[in-house]
């Protein structure tokens, strides 16, 4: 899972950019999901943010979107009871409220096989205090907050070149957080959405980049659209393209 242990001083973006959260949620309105089970999880949070209200409330003043995970009556599965999302990657919360771990994660290639027993475990076993963070990465065609790739990666990524990759593509990172809450149990997922120009990277990372999305090509290729840009971007980064 690439986790890491985090303190409480490095779990949220102390500088919110408020104007940016509510433009964010007022563009894609379909991002908050609600059950009825994320009512009570959702005061908790906001009371632990120090705002009025539930959920939603508690994402528009953070930077980062919000999803509930729970165990229902009867279940051992952690399902999606909520979510206050402004800027989704490539994923639609209408579609996945009320779904539990597995099913959330179905597109990802590999998930079931390599990674879902251990996340089960994970959060089972995670207790109130501790949070642990990751990070993962895709290459966008755009530096909107909010991106829905859509169904033709090659219509999307079609004015990408060698020679204005830089300009053109966009990494985009999720710094991505999980606790548990003390009173009612439910799992928070936070989800900060960092977006910047391939050329804003340094060298190194460029061709990092260029490399992994070569990896890509043979497994998360299609999912993350890597077959319409790949190629231009391992020559922007002076890296052999594979064959």
């Not at 771990?101 to 959060?123: K, N, S």
């Not at 204005?164 to 991505?176: D, K, M, P």
Request: aromatic share 8%.
């Amino acid at each position: 899972m690439g986790l890491v242990r985090l303190t409480e001083g490095e779990w949220l973006q102390p500088d919110p950019d408020i104007a940016a959260r509510e433009q964010g949620f007022a563009a894609f309105p379909e991002g908050v999901q609600l059950t009825d089970e994320a009512r009570e999880p959702g005061r908790e949070l906001a009371a632990m943010l120090g705002v009025d209200g539930a959920l939603p409330e508690a994402a528009r003043a953070r930077h980062e979107d919000m999803c509930l995970l729970a165990r229902t009556e009867g279940e051992d599965v952690y399902r999606l009871i909520g979510a206050a999302v402004a800027w989704p990657s490539d994923w639609h919360p209408a579609d996945k409220i009320g779904l539990p771990l597995r099913a959330l994660h179905a597109p990802i290639q590999g998930y079931e096989e390599h990674l879902a027993t251990g996340v089960d475990r994970f959060m089972a076993t995670l207790k109130p205090g501790a949070i642990y963070g990751r990070c993962n990465w895709f290459i966008a065609p755009s530096e909107q907050g909010r991106w829905l790739a859509g169904d033709d990666p090659a219509a999307q990524f079609a004015n990408v070149s060698a020679d204005n990759a830089g300009e053109t593509l966009f990494v985009r990172s999720e710094r991505q957080t999980l606790r548990r809450l003390p009173r009612t149990g439910a799992i928070l997922f936070t989800i900060g959405i960092y977006v910047a120009p391939l050329a804003s990277l340094s060298r190194g990372n460029i061709e990092r980049l260029a490399r992994a999305a070569q990896q890509l090509l043979s497994g998360e290729g299609d999912r993350r659209g890597a077959p319409a840009y790949a190629a231009s971007l391992a020559s922007y980064a002076g890296i052999e393209c594979a064959p």
